[in-house]
C-alpha cells in the first residue's frame, strides 16, 4: 500500500511542477503574436508585434506592443502592461523598468512604480586583463589518433598500406589512406569498427559517427555533395545533401540541400526522434504538458525570431 500511495503522489508532484511551470507556447499569424496552447487551443489572439519564449525569472511571456515592452503571465493575463522600451526584467525581487531616459522599480505584487535605480560604475570588461584575448590560445590543436592508439588487430589491417607506397594520415576517430604521391585518396579506417571502407571513382568516405547507438558513415560524391551508409555500406541517405548533420544528444538529423530553383539557396529539413520531418531546421525549446503528458517544443528562427513547432509535427506558426 505504501508504494501504491507513493507513486500517486509522484505523480501529483510532477503534475504539479510542470503546472507552475509554461502552459502556452508563442503563437505567430503573418506579423502577430498571441499565445496558444500545445492542442493549438488559442488563449491569447495574435494581436502582439513580438512575444518571446517562457521566461520563468518574470514568470510569464515578453510582449512587444508598438514598441513597447510588458509581460503576460502563464495564466494568459496581461502581468505588467506595455510601459517598457526593453523586455522588463527582476531585480532585487522587483521589476525593473527603462521608459526610455531612465530604470525604475516597479513593485511585483501592486505593479505600482517604486524608486529610481541608482546605477553603479563598474570597470570596463578588458581593464584587468581578463578579456576574451586573455583567454585565447593558438596553441590548441586537435586531438588525433596516434600508432599508440591502436591495437595489434588495427595494425594488422592497416599492414597493406604501412609502406612508402601509401600515406596515412589520423585523424580524431579515423585514418585516411592515401597515396603517397597525394594523388589518390583511397579510403579511411576505422579502427573502433575494425573496418576499412574503400573509396570508388564515384564516391569518396569523409568521416563517420555513432547515432543512437549505431555507426554511420559519411560520403561525398564527385559533385561534393553528402551521403550517409551504414557500416555494412548500405545506403541510408543518397548523396544530394550540402550537409547531413546526425545530433545524438537530441536524437535529431538535420538535412540541407541545394535549392533547384534558386542556385544560392539551400531547402533544410529536420527529423526528429519519432521521424517527423519538419521543413527548416528546428532545435529543442522546452518541454511542456499536453494533455497530462510531457510534450517536447522545438524552434527555427524566422525573421530574427522563435517560431514553434511540436513533437507531433505541429506548427504553432503560419503565414
Given at each position: 500500500?505504501?508504494?501504491?500511495y ?21 503563437y ?10 500545445a ?9 502582439y ?5 517562457y ?5 510569464g ?6 514598441g513597447?515592452?510588458g509581460i ?18 527582476v ?5 525593473l ?25 563598474r ?5 584587468k ?5 586573455a ?10 589518433l ?17 609502406n612508402?607506397?601509401?600515406d596515412?594520415?589520423?585523424?580524431r ?5 592515401g ?14 569498427l ?7 571513382p ?24 553528402m551521403g550517409?551508409v551504414?557500416?555494412?555500406s548500405?545506403?541510408?541517405?543518397p ?29 533544410f ?9 519538419l ?8 518541454t ?22 511540436g513533437?507531433d509535427?505541429?506548427l504553432?506558426?503560419?503565414?
Amino acid at each position: 500500500m505504501t508504494s501504491k500511495y507513493l507513486r500517486i503522489f509522484l505523480i501529483c508532484m510532477s503534475c504539479t511542477i510542470f503546472s507552475q511551470e509554461q502552459k502556452y507556447i508563442p503563437y505567430r499569424k503573418g506579423n502577430f503574436w498571441g499565445l496558444c496552447d500545445a492542442t493549438g487551443f488559442i488563449a491569447v489572439q495574435p494581436q502582439y508585434n513580438s512575444i518571446s519564449g517562457y521566461d520563468r525569472s518574470v514568470g510569464g511571456f515578453h510582449a512587444e506592443q508598438n514598441g513597447k515592452f510588458g509581460i503576460i503571465d502563464n495564466n494568459a493575463i496581461i502581468l505588467m502592461p506595455f510601459i517598457s522600451n526593453i523586455p522588463i526584467s527582476v531585480n532585487d525581487d522587483k521589476y525593473l523598468v527603462f521608459d526610455g531616459w531612465d530604470y525604475y522599480y516597479y513593485s511585483t505584487i501592486t505593479r505600482m512604480r517604486l524608486e529610481k535605480q541608482m546605477q553603479i560604475e563598474r570597470p570596463p570588461v578588458n581593464d584587468k586583463g581578463f578579456g576574451i584575448n586573455a583567454l585565447y590560445s593558438k596553441d590548441i590543436k586537435e586531438i588525433v589518433l596516434s600508432w599508440d592508439d591502436l591495437s595489434d588487430e588495427d595494425i594488422e589491417m592497416l599492414n597493406p598500406y604501412d609502406n612508402d607506397q601509401y600515406d596515412l594520415t589520423f585523424k580524431r576517430d579515423f585514418i585516411e589512406i592515401g597515396s603517397a604521391d597525394a594523388s589518390t585518396y583511397i579510403g579511411i579506417y576505422i579502427p573502433k569498427l575494425n573496418k576499412i571502407f574503400l573509396n570508388t571513382p564515384e564516391l569518396a568516405h569523409v568521416g563517420w559517427q555513432y547515432y543512437r547507438g549505431i555507426p554511420y558513415i559519411y560520403t561525398v560524391n564527385t559533385s561534393n555533395l553528402m551521403g550517409l551508409v551504414d557500416q555494412y555500406s548500405r545506403e541510408v541517405y543518397p548523396n544530394k545533401y550540402h550537409e547531413i548533420a546526425l545530433v545524438d544528444g537530441y536524437h535529431l538529423v538535420y538535412l540541407s540541400e541545394p535549392d533547384p530553383n534558386h542556385q544560392n539557396n539551400l531547402i533544410f529539413r529536420t527529423i526528429l526522434p519519432n521521424n517527423k520531418v519538419l521543413d527548416g531546421k528546428f532545435e529543442p525549446a522546452t518541454t511542456i504538458l499536453k494533455n497530462g503528458y510531457p510534450f517536447q517544443l522545438y524552434y527555427t528562427m524566422i525573421n530574427g525570431q522563435k517560431n514553434y513547432a511540436g513533437e507531433d509535427g505541429t506548427l504553432y506558426f503560419e503565414g
